[in-house]
C-alpha cells in the first residue's frame, strides 16, 4: 500500500525523525520545533498526521509515546526522489541529470558518486 503523499514541512520533520530515531514529541519540539519557532502542539499535530499516513510509528515507553519513522533516513530518500520523478518528471530522469549538468553547485565528491552510479547502471544494463 502506497504511503499517503507529506507537505515540506512534514517531510522536514520525518527526516528528522528517521536521522535521531525514537523521539518523544518533547524531544522533537525542542530539538526540530524550536529552531524554527513551532510549537509543541504543532509538532505533535505534524507526528500524529505522518504516523496516521504510515511514516511514523509510535509506541508507551515508560509512560510516553516515542515515535519513530518506518525507513531509514535513506529509503525516505530514495522514495522521495522516486515520487518526484514518477509524478513532477513522468517517470523521465533526463530533465534531473540535465538540471544536474548546467548545475554550479555539484561537489566534486557528488560528481565521483554520480560517476559511480552510471558505471553501476552501466554495469546492470550489460547483465540484462
Not at 515540506?8 to 528528522?16: P, T, V
Not at 510516553?64 to 523521465?92: C, I, K, M, P, W
Request: glycine letters at 8%; zero cysteines.
Amino acid at each position: 500500500m502506497k504511503k499517503a503523499a507529506v507537505g515540506a514541512q512534514e517531510l522536514a520533520l520525518l527526516r528528522f525523525v528517521a536521522q535521531s530515531g525514537p523521539l518523544t514529541v518533547g524531544e522533537a519540539a525542542e530539538r526540530f520545533g524550536a529552531p524554527q519557532e513551532l510549537a509543541r502542539s504543532t509538532v505533535l499535530t505534524m507526528m500524529e498526521r505522518l504516523r496516521k499516513k504510515g511514516h511514523l510509528t509510535r509506541k508507551r515507553v515508560d509512560g510516553v509515546f516515542q515515535y519513530a519513522a518506518r525507513q531509514s533516513h535513506d529509503d525516505l530518500l530514495a522514495g522521495v526522489v522516486g515520487n518526484f520523478v514518477e509524478t513532477a518528471l513522468e517517470g523521465n530522469v533526463s530533465p534531473f541529470v540535465a538540471y544536474l549538468a548546467e548545475s554550479e553547485d555539484v561537489s566534486d565528491a557528488d560528481l565521483a558518486q554520480l560517476e559511480e552510479l552510471v558505471a553501476k547502471l552501466k554495469s546492470k544494463k550489460g547483465e540484462s
